[in-house]
């Protein structure tokens, strides 16, 4: 098994940086679709643009490289025992290398191992065939899209559609509704795999395991593949679009399998991926490990670029940031207004956000901005380096934003899928706003970041939850929460909530 660490290797490192082709199509034409000019079509144009600076760089699509997630199948007689040790070796290795973001943190400690391994991860399945060759097959799915999961036990009660009961119209209202309560949150548009039945715990296994299908194959089950079509239809004219923004684009694909269940569960389990679906497999020779074949692609078909333009559009129109920020700066920004940062800007995820509510910032925060961002870094010629910087799911941070906002004086806070009442009172109260950034835009904001100045509580937190001090020019994003009580995301939940009644009365 001489080539099995360099195939395991670059299985991890194209999934990471290169998204597979019915990804890429799918997302072209949702991007087509989008209505040109509006917050959704630019975060298309961003999201595209990133998809091709990832390709072309080698650097992961998204910070969040997720958890590794692999499923093998090895012919009688393989030793599964060599290739999980391989696995686990190519995962380090490519967490040294800034193809993944060190993941792995121990849930009674807090610490973070530094190279994704640790108790369970990463998460292997093992299944013997009669092939002759060993098949591996890998999704990085990131925590944004993983915590917009859903289980479903029917009957229940859901909100703007009523009763879903043990019958097909129940499932679909279930997939309905977790589509839209994922809005913006798990980088829309997004991807479902779910399971009609089986246990709790199994169920999640076999929706998940739905994601491993192309988005465009077509279900050998008449009665399911005519169900996928109908999610297809009814989720795309809810109203989410891209990051939540609200848009024509909601959903790039819906994939359902059936298992049989006990007589007294009825479970309907939603596995959400965000548009950054990265998922691929190989095919290595039993002898050698050597790549024989890759899934998921066509060896004929060369890569698509997606980008329409350059990355975000220009109009003149732009608000320039240089933090750090007065008041009346801020309380002049609207929702809906783009704002392009440039200068200092701190990142600060969930163990910040804890540790500010027992102890003062390690830095000044007086009129900062505040980025919820897990950047993937590296140290090169003894300077660090962003290799990935996208923003991720701030809802999170809900039960300790405003306590950071109000007593430190954070002016701007940056994130993606919006935030609830509490901070928006926050917001209103001390005058401050939240921009919402290009959920998985990791490239593309990677690129906006002129210089590490620092880094603090590095050693407690570990690399993604420490708080980096960076230098950023033309960091673009849009106003969604703004200091005079006005929410994007909540006038987006209305909106699509009342569409997915128009849907249930037809
Ligand atoms: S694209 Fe969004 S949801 Fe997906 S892994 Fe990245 S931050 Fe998370």
Redesign the pocket.
Known sequence: MEFLATSLLELITQTSTNLPPDVRAAMSIAANAETPATQSAQAFDIILSNVDMANDDEGPI?Q?T?MPTFLIHTPVGVNQIRIKQAIREAVAEATRLGKLRPNSVDSITGKNSGNNLGVETPVMHFEQWEEQEIEIKLILK????ENTNNQYSVPCNLDHLGRADRNLEGVRKCILHAVWLAQGK??APGAVGVCIGSDRAHGYELAKGQLFRTLDDVNPDPVLAKLEAEIMDEANRLGVGAMGFGGKSSLIGCKITAANRLPASFFVSVAYD???FRRLGVRLDAATGAIVQWLYRDPNRPVERLARGEGFPLTGREVVLTPPLAEAQVRALKVGDVVLITGEMFTGRDNVHAYLMKNPPPVNLNGAALYHCGPVMLQEGGEWRVKAA?P?TSIREEPYQADVIKPYGVRVVIGKGGMSKKTSDALKEFGAVYLNGI??AAQYYARTVEKVLGVSLKEEFGIPEAMWHLRVRDFAAIVTMDAHGNSLHADIENATGEQLEALQQV
């Not at 990131?142 to 899209?145: A, K, M, N, Y």
């Open positions: 998204c969040d997720g990131g925590g944004g899209c798990g980088c965000c548009w950054a996208g991720p959920g998985g």
